[in-house]
Nanobody, 124 residues
Framework: QVQLVESGGGSVQAGGSLRLSCVVSGYTDSVKKMGWFRQAPGKEREGVAHIRTKDGASYTAGSVKGRFTISRDNAKNTVYLQMNSLRPEDTAMYYC?????????????????WGQGTQVTVSS
């Protein structure tokens, strides 16, 4: 089994920054890709970014490209999401997810393990 614990959420004003962290524990060798997703009230869960654990190859969704950066520290079993230039529309619950497949993209159904989420609120 794999456990994921997110942290770093909070309330910021528009234009501010936050860094989310996701610590992975358990059978970490089985994790080949990590992703960040978000879900606002009344909306579907949206993929934000993913990163391959082996080589760090990453992808960022167009809606946040240039503002959000995903990274990982394998020695700490931690994945980060650096969020800059935050906008009110970035307000959502942010989830970390892990997949046993290195080739998955950003469809929630492709991920095997999920954290509990961390709330990000951006005020105008």
């Amino acid at each position: 089994q794999v456990q994921l614990v997110e942290s770093g959420g909070g309330s910021v004003q528009a234009g501010g920054s936050l860094r989310l962290s996701c610590v992975v524990s358990g059978y970490t060798d089985s994790v080949k890709k990590m992703g960040w997703f978000r879900q606002a009230p009344g909306k579907e869960r949206e993929g934000v970014a993913h990163i391959r654990t082996k080589d760090g190859a990453s992808y960022t969704a167009g809606s946040v490209k240039g503002r959000f950066t995903i990274s990982r520290d394998n020695a700490k079993n931690t994945v980060y999401l650096q969020m800059n230039s935050l906008r009110p529309e970035d307000t959502a619950m942010y989830y970390c997810a892990a997949s046993r497949d290195a080739n998955v993209a950003l469809r929630p159904s492709e991920y095997n393990y999920w954290g509990q989420g961390t709330q990000v609120t951006v005020s105008s």
